[in-house]
């Protein structure tokens, strides 16, 4: 591992990460990719990284995280991993069942 | 002893088990709760997708309204779009593949492209879906529209995938045709520009050429004026009291002088093409340049019986600007109104004057301008009837360079006539310019001591003739006809003032200048650099390599008298 992965992980560690799978430019995918965004500014600014992965895109990364329907969450950092099916509209409800609610 | 202790042991055990049994209870509970998550997102309508694994890998099964999105897309993109099944049967069409090919979108559902393409073509379309179920294809085709005309287009062939339906080669194709037509007129366009582009940079080019040409012929022309001019000079002094020769003398001078205008006129007007000259501008009352002019048309005009008039206001009028030059504007109107002007005729010379600017006008009744040429007559080389026996003469350059030297004065220069045999009227507009605050010391031509002179002129020549006439002015004049020999020359001698010719072979003036500069005994020597071209860099050549002043071929008498007498001349 290089000074700067070390680095890296070290500053990013106490962050939480958070994987939304989305299906293109599916209505429903649209919304949770909006609704996330909108979430993430209002409660969690500065504190998360999200990455939105195209199931279309990146089939591979979808089976190896056990995806069975989209749109899912999947916060993988702070440890336990949590993942949510569906709509992403109630923040508070999102927060709560990731175990993020403060 | 050992039951006890076997009764100790098992309790942890139990204890361990229980705990096990709690912990895998919890797992799953909320393996459970997952799968009852999914159910529920499912059953309420919360999701748009689902991925499957199938036998060639993942899948992702979009529900019904999900693929709305890409519906619109593909039916709004500017690009042809179609679902090709079997061996070519379009199965799906977009709306603009339909107009592309201006046909009903019904027609086009069912058919086969080949429809649409030449036998050659057809041939190449099929061979390219043949292959692109082995991967990506592209072809530019022409399409035969369905209005008759052709539309060129690049046809790109994607294999679907094959698990999603059927297998092998009659796995769906999918097709996109881009229209070429905008692209490929741009690149038209584009070639069209390029060409305009090199022809312009060609012909600026080959007028770069010219004007270095004129620049060339004008100096060479100019170089043997210098001791022609002397020697005349000389004949002057020598037998000027013999009045047949007084006559030829004054011939030879008149016609010289009539070359080396035409020739100055050459050089200036390819030196205005390349934007080379300079204005010594000063404040001059016009009384000196409308004398100046007229006297230089004198002998034509008095040759032609010409009666010339001038009227001028009484009032001084100042102009601001380059005495000489403005002195050659008035003397080419004034000599292009004689040379147009039959025997006899009269030349009107007219100044009038408003608060901010002066006019002045030329009129003759000469042969006029007909109304085809008149918008053409400052041209360069433009001239009204070129007859076989060119009875006019000149080279069509001198109005020319009166537009452009008017007008780098911040003048206009017309020119108007009622037509042909009614005369014409050239009219200079200049700004009037406010008197000097302070006149003083008029142009005396100074008086010259005795002065030690070496001139230095691969021209055997101009170096004779030059150094005949200061001897006959009373110097003490020596000549070299090259580097060596004058550096051979300055080394026992110590002139006061060295005329070096720059365009010396072996060793040329300004590296020559360089040596004499370096010879102690020479430090109070003041050095004339003489030159053909009389441009700004070569002055200021002339000033880094050490010379103290910079006279133009052929050397004009009364400024070398000004150098002579030791006064500083403004050089530039």
């Known amino acids: ?102 | 002893m050992s039951t006890q202790s076997n009764y100790d042991t098992r309790a942890p055990d139990l204890e361990a088990r229980l705990r096990a049994k709690q912990v895998e209870c919890a797992s799953l509970k909320a393996r459970l709760e997952e799968a009852e998550a999914v159910l529920h997102a499912i059953r309420v309508g919360e999701i748009d997708a689902l991925m499957v694994a199938g036998a060639d890998g993942p899948q992702v099964f979009t529900l019904e309204g999900a693929d709305h999105p890409y519906r619109v897309m593909v039916e709004s993109m500017s690009e042809g779009a179609a679902t090709l099944i079997g061996d070519g049967t379009v199965a799906y069409a977009n709306a603009r593949l339909a107009s592309m090919l201006c046909v009903p979108l019904e027609r086009l559902l069912g058919g086969s492209l080949t429809e649409y393409l030449d036998a050659v073509d057809a041939e190449r379309f099929k061979r390219a879906c043949a292959a692109a179920h082995e991967g990506f294809q592209f072809e530019e085709m022409e399409l035969r529209c369905g209005d008759g005309t052709s539309l060129p287009a690049r046809i790109s062939l994607n294999p679907l995938p094959p698990s999603s339906q059927g297998n092998g080669a009659s796995a769906p194709l999918c097709l996109v045709a881009t229209d070429l037509t905008d692209s490929r007129r741009n690149a038209e366009l584009a070639a069209a520009i390029n060409d305009r582009l090199n022809a312009e940079a060609a012909l600026r080019e080959a007028s770069r050429h010219k004007d270095v040409f004129l620049a060339m012929l004008a100096h060479e022309l100019r170089n043997p004026l210098s001791p022609i001019r002397n020697a005349s000079a000389i004949l002057m002094r020598l037998v000027g009291s013999a009045p047949q020769a007084q006559a030829l003398i004054a011939m030879i001078t008149r016609q010289t002088d009539h070359l080396a205008r035409l020739v100055d006129d050459l050089l200036d007007v390819s030196r205005i093409a390349q934007n080379r000259i300079e204005l010594r501008k000063e404040t001059i009352e016009i009384g000196q340049i409308v004398d100046h002019a007229v006297e230089t048309v004198q002998p034509i005009m008095r040759e032609k019986s010409h009666q010339l008039r001038v009227n001028r206001p009484a009032e001084p009028l100042y102009i601001l600007g380059d005495r000489a030059r403005l002195a050659q504007c008035l003397s080419n109107l004034l000599h292009n109104a004689a040379k147009y002007t039959g025997a006899g005729g009269s030349i009107t010379l007219v100044i009038r004057a408003s608060d901010t600017e002066i006019d002045f006008e030329v009129h003759d009744n000469g042969s006029g301008i007909g109304r085809e040429l008149l918008p053409h007559v400052f041209e360069l080389f433009v001239q009204s009837e070129r007859t076989l026996d060119r009875a006019q003469g000149g080279l069509g350059i001198g109005l020319s360079l009166v537009k452009g030297l008017i007008e780098m004065h911040g003048g206009t220069v017309t020119a108007a006539s009622e037509g042909p045999q009614r005369g014409s009227t050239f009219t200079v507009r200049m700004p009037r310019a406010a008197p000097p605050v302070v006149v003083n010391g008029a142009d005396e031509p100074p008086s010259v001591p005795m002065r030690r002179v070496l001139i230095v002129d691969d021209n055997v020549d101009a170096a004779d003739s030059l150094a005949q006439l200061l001897k006959g002015n009373g110097h003490e004049v020596e000549t070299a006809y090259s580097a060596t020999a004058a550096l051979e020359r300055l080394g026992r001698c110590c002139p006061e003032f060295v005329l070096l010719d720059i365009g010396l072979p072996e060793l040329d003036g300004y590296q020559l200048a360089g040596r004499v500069r370096a010879l102690p005994h020479l430090r109070a020597t003041r050095l004339i650099a003489v030159t053909g071209y009389g441009q700004t860099e070569d002055r200021l050549r002339a000033r880094a390599a050490g010379f103290d002043d910079h006279l133009v071929k052929p050397v004009d008498l009364p400024a070398l008298d000004r150098i002579l007498a030791g006064a500083c001349v403004p050089s530039g």
């Open chain 1, 1 to 102: 591992m290089t000074q700067f992965d070390r680095a890296q992980r070290a500053a990013s560690s106490d962050r939480i990460h958070l994987h939304l799978y989305v299906a293109g430019l599916t209505p429903k995918s649209t919304r949770a990719v909006a609704d996330l965004n909108r979430l993430c500014e209002e409660h969690l600014a500065g504190r998360c990284c999200v990455e939105i992965i195209d199931i279309y895109q990146q089939p591979q990364r979808a089976v190896d995280a056990q995806i069975i329907a989209v749109p899912t969450l999947v916060k993988t950092e702070p440890a336990p991993t949590m993942r949510l099916i569906g709509k992403l509209t109630e923040s508070g409800q999102v927060l709560k069942s990731l175990g993020l609610a403060a």
